[in-house]
T-cell receptor
Framework: GIQVEQSPPDLILQEGANSTLRCNFSDSVNNLQWFHQNPWGQLINLFYIPSGTKQNGRLSATTVATERYSLLYISSSQTTDSGVYFCAVERGNAGNMLTFGGGTRLMVKP | DTGVSQNPRHKITKRGQNVTFRCDPISEHNRLYWYRQTLGQGPEFLTYFQNEAQLEKSRLLSDRFSAERPKGSFSTLEIQRTEQGDSAMYLC???????????FGSGTRLTVV
């Protein structure tokens, strides 16, 4: 099956700093989503981004499908950004299921 | 639109007991998915439905796991004869058709003692 690797696995930032999270995937995909999992376990959809660039406030994401990677940018980080960030991909012929990476655990210190 | 709703939020059960979880998807979404997440890992796919039809169930972890969506609306996931290794977060998601983003519920955290 498709492999999804996220880096870095852990990240500690000082409030106000910027960061870039990376997601590499091993095969072509027709769906890619970034999620933030809060301390209560809820997966919050950040971006649906199979290709191109999107921005939402302090967050933005870029997917380069031909090179099989996606980047999530967090600017001016806040303590509420802490949690686990997951990248998940879907292939069209694989039962329409999401395959998740291992996540990046982010801690933003005040 | 109240999002994807899962009940209960937490379940503690003794080993060997049966448990059932419920998921209510977003009303206009015809696809419903179940995932399991263990500590420190990303969610892993279990099964999914399109309306009432279960289109993929080979990823269910054992024959102790079963899922239903009898009228194409809510779904239930049952685990029979629970084992300690079943302790995990069970997540439900829905989407409108085979395209677009998935919306996840808050999950049911199962602890088997």
């Amino acid at each position: 099956g498709i492999q999804v690797e996220q880096s870095p696995p852990d990240l500690i930032l000082q409030e106000g700093a910027n960061s870039t999270l990376r997601c590499n995937f091993s095969d072509s995909v027709n769906n890619l989503q970034w999620f933030h999992q809060n301390p209560w376990g809820q997966l919050i959809n950040l971006f649906y981004i199979p290709s191109g660039t999107k921005q939402n406030g302090r967050l933005s994401a870029t997917t380069v499908a031909t090179e099989r990677y996606s980047l999530l940018y967090i600017s001016s980080s806040q303590t509420t950004d802490s949690g686990v960030y997951f990248c998940a991909v879907e292939r069209g012929n694989a039962g329409n299921m999401l395959t998740f990476g291992g996540g990046t655990r982010l801690m933003v210190k005040p | 639109d109240t999002g994807v709703s899962q009940n209960p939020r937490h379940k503690i059960t003794k080993r060997g007991q049966n448990v059932t979880f419920r998921c209510d998807p977003i009303s206009e979404h015809n696809r419903l998915y179940w995932y399991r997440q263990t500590l420190g890992q990303g969610p892993e796919f279990l099964t999914y439905f399109q309306n009432e039809a279960q289109l993929e169930k080979s990823r269910l972890l054992s024959d102790r796991f079963s899922a239903e969506r009898p009228k194409g609306s809510f779904s239930t996931l049952e685990i029979q004869r629970t084992e300690q290794g079943d302790s995990a977060m069970y997540l439900c998601a829905s989407r409108d058709g085979g395209w677009g983003g998935y919306t996840f519920g808050s999950g049911t955290r199962l602890t088997v003692v």
